[in-house]
């Protein structure tokens, strides 16, 4: 069963959501500001979060880099194409401007549900590339790549949802739970020794750069 997330603080709509999702069989928890959200993250990792932008606490575009590696739609009055654009290059994968047709959110739902990795044994897939969690073990078709913690961490992160750029920012951010032996200055060699050795290893140029964004999985 997946579980999603809910950061609103309008209670109504919140409710709304809560029983719509409940309804076609997800689990909800719900946080009703930024600062409860980011707490939350600590407690339980969702398969998917809505989130609204303007929140007490942390507003929306604070909590976003938080949920990095986790498809986010944005449930948001504002409909301006510039709000629109920051947001999906700055880690979310959907936008849905208020009031929403409940229909048409639902579907969205299912979409980036459908489109996370396969995980099979609790592992990340990602064409012939295979990442086991619990073994922190990687492989390209079933042959084993050695990385370094770090080189590992961010392919982790990148895995986790190929759907969705994942910012340099957010990209340090996240994955300094894993290793601090990452730096804004050291992140590109990083990631250029990751992907060679990617490369060598047979899983071709898996990993693509947005100029002046970050990363992501190279889905083309």
Same mark, same amino acid.
Request: hydrophobic residues 45%; proline residues 5%; contains cysteine.
């Given at each position: 069963?997946?579980?999603?997330?809910?950061?609103?603080?309008?209670?109504?709509?919140?409710? $709304?959501?809560?029983? &719509?999702?409940?309804?076609?069989?997800?689990?909800?928890?719900?946080?009703?500001?930024?600062?409860?959200?980011?707490?939350?993250?600590?407690?339980?990792?969702? +398969?998917?979060?809505?989130? +609204?932008?303007?929140?007490?606490?942390?507003?929306?575009?604070?909590?976003?880099?938080?949920?990095? @590696?986790?498809?986010?739609?944005? /449930?948001?009055?504002? &409909?301006?194409?510039?709000?629109? %654009?920051?947001?999906?290059? @700055? @880690?979310?994968?959907?936008?849905?401007?208020?009031?929403?047709?409940?229909?048409?959110?639902?579907?969205?739902?299912?979409?980036?549900?459908?489109? &996370?990795?396969?995980?099979?044994?609790?592992? $990340?897939?990602?064409?012939?590339?295979?990442?086991?969690?619990?073994?922190? %073990?990687?492989? /390209?078709?079933?042959? +084993? /790549?050695?990385?370094?913690?770090?080189?590992?961490?961010?392919?982790?992160? $990148?895995?986790?949802?190929?759907?969705?750029?994942? %910012?340099?920012?957010?990209?340090?951010?996240?994955? &300094?739970?894993?290793?601090?032996?990452? %730096?804004?200055?050291?992140?590109?060699?990083?990631?250029?020794?990751?992907?060679?050795?990617?490369? +060598?290893?047979?899983?071709?140029?898996?990993?693509?750069?947005?100029?002046?964004?970050?990363?992501?999985?190279?889905?083309?």
């Amino acid at each position: 069963m997946s579980r999603i997330l809910v950061i609103d603080d309008d209670i109504h709509i919140g409710n $709304l959501l809560q029983e &719509a999702l409940e309804g076609e069989g997800y689990q909800v928890s719900r946080a009703y500001s930024g600062t409860e959200a980011v707490l939350a993250l600590n407690r339980v990792r969702p +398969d998917l979060a809505l989130l +609204d932008l303007m929140l007490p606490g942390l507003s929306g575009e604070e909590v976003l880099p938080k949920l990095a @590696g986790i498809p986010v739609i944005v /449930v948001s009055a504002r &409909a301006d194409v510039d709000s629109k %654009t920051a947001l999906l290059l @700055g @880690g979310a994968a959907d936008y849905v401007t208020k009031p929403f047709v409940l229909r048409e959110l639902l579907a969205r739902v299912a979409v980036r549900l459908r489109e &996370a990795p396969a995980r099979p044994g609790g592992g $990340l897939a990602f064409q012939n590339l295979r990442l086991d969690p619990e073994a922190r %073990t990687v492989c /390209v078709d079933g042959r +084993d /790549v050695r990385l370094t913690r770090t080189e590992y961490a961010i392919l982790k992160l $990148l895995m986790a949802n190929p759907a969705q750029v994942v %910012t340099k920012s957010a990209l340090l951010d996240r994955i &300094a739970e894993d290793t601090p032996d990452c %730096t804004e200055s050291s992140l590109k060699t990083h990631v250029s020794n990751l992907r060679k050795k990617l490369r +060598d290893a047979g899983a071709g140029d898996c990993i693509e750069s947005v100029w002046g964004i970050g990363f992501k999985m190279k889905t083309e």
